[in-house]
């Protein structure tokens, strides 16, 4: 085993922790568990901070539990929250959770044979059958609301100006959770559970319950809430989310998020989101500094996330996806991208939309760069830009004389014109 606390200590994702957690776990291994919340089909780079969590865990010799919190779900954790959520229910949770569980496989070892395998739960497995009048009587009465309501999640919601309040739902989500930690600590012999700042109040009701009713000592660990150096929150983009399902964020999309982080925050990821060791980070970070131009760290970084949420394939055809605009890339590479990629790499680029017809007989290359589409401003503009050799179609050269077909299409949908080096124009073909 190795020193899970130093791991994240220098990695900057230890915020907080129980005092004699370090000791504990150099002791012999433990298990440890982090909830993850299952209103969606796919898990997003903000659940990375407590998936890296359990994966440098496991690799320090330590048995990791994934919680899906199929009955915390039902009811919404207030941490952070100002609003109440929408409820789930069981169908939709249990997909929800095979889907998470596929997604964590990228991280996690839920396969082997060692005593430190991964396993995943879900908490609706052991709530589903508690009845209320048992919950109130065998757990409510070990916690006073006196405590409950200390806890920042609440003092929060409660002290706000919204008009909603906090529902008796949300109140005790605490003791859920709480129970949660307990129930594991009986059955999987979990000693610590981890999670980001906002959950500590949460985390230590638990232990509070393996103290009062286990009789046992819980453990806590907090990571701090990740934040981008210019304030607006991490994990976001245009587009929203940015999920680990490339249905719903395409790997070049992603690879994208990555390479776009400023040099502070990019400094700062590669040791939270990467399993690189300190000496190679450190060699990184200098030779970063030494030539800022090149991003050699944003592309480490892209590098290293997008392999490891997507496999190396996939990072390969981001790779030949972001080349697409900025450098030199063929016919066969526009042909392999997918649709959502190429809209994904091609979104920001002028389009016009020309029918299946029009190209039955063959689209001639004037009406395609200046009649049928404005690309270019005149006929005469797009017989000089032919003759002068400045014309592509679908990355090849093209004379006046080409004729744009049914077999020129990219995904059966799309044709890509260009101009020069950089002047780009998307067919749409309906």
Not at 212 to 241: H, M, Q, V, W
Not at 267 to 275: A, S
Not at 328 to 346: G, R
């Amino acid at each position: 085993m190795t020193n899970f606390i130093e791991e994240l200590k220098w990695r900057g994702m230890l915020n907080d922790s129980m005092p004699g957690t370090e000791e504990h776990l150099l002791e012999e291994m433990r298990s440890a568990y982090v909830g993850f919340d299952p209103t969606a089909d796919s898990l997003h780079i903000g659940n990375l901070v407590p998936i890296m969590l359990l994966a440098h865990y496991q690799r320090c010799g330590h048995k990791p539990i994934a919680l899906v919190g199929g009955a915390t779900g039902m009811i919404g954790d207030p941490s952070g929250k100002s609003s109440e959520r929408n409820l789930l229910d069981e169908k939709t949770l249990r997909h929800n959770q095979d889907c998470v569980k596929k997604q964590l496989g990228h991280f996690l070892d839920f396969e082997s044979n060692e005593p430190n395998a991964a396993i995943l739960v879900n908490n609706y497995d052991w709530m589903k059958e508690f009845s209320f009048l048992d919950f109130i009587r065998d757990v409510g009465k070990h916690i006073t609301v006196n405590y409950m309501m200390a806890k920042d999640s609440v003092k929060n919601r409660i002290g706000s100006e919204s008009k909603e309040g906090m529902s008796f739902t949300e109140f005790t989500y605490q003791m859920v959770q709480g129970y949660d930690f307990l129930h594991l600590y009986r059955e999987n012999s979990a000693t610590l559970q981890m999670g980001g700042s906002d959950q500590w109040g949460n985390i230590t009701t638990g232990t509070e319950l393996i103290r009062r009713i286990g009789g046992g000592k819980g453990y806590a660990i907090t990571c701090p809430l990740i934040t981008k150096s210019d304030g607006s929150k991490f994990g976001k983009s245009e587009g929203g989310n940015v999920w680990l399902d490339a249905k719903r964020t395409s790997p070049y999309k992603f690879y994208q998020y990555w390479l776009n982080t400023s040099d502070e925050d990019a400094e700062k990821y590669i040791k939270i989101f990467t399993f690189l060791d300190k000496e190679t980070i450190d060699v990184l970070i200098a030779e970063h500094k030494e030539a800022p131009h090149v991003r050699m760290l944003q592309k480490r970084l892209g590098e290293e996330v997008t392999a490891l949420v997507h496999g190396r394939d996939e990072y390969d055809k981001a790779i030949a996806a972001s080349n697409m605009l900025f450098g030199k890339s063929t016919a066969d590479d526009l042909k392999a991208l997918d649709e959502q990629t190429f809209l994904d790499v091609f979104g920001g680029v002028p389009q016009a939309e020309v029918s299946k017809a029009d190209l039955d007989n063959g689209l001639d290359m004037i009406g395609a760069l200046a009649a049928k589409t404005g690309f270019l401003k005149s006929n005469g503009e797009a017989r000089r830009e032919l003759k002068a050799n400045s014309i592509s179609v679908n990355k090849t050269k093209v004379k006046e004389d080409f004729l744009i077909t049914k077999d020129s299409l990219i995904n059966d949908k799309f044709v890509l014109l260009q101009k020069g080096k950089k002047n780009y124009f998307v067919l749409v073909v309906n």
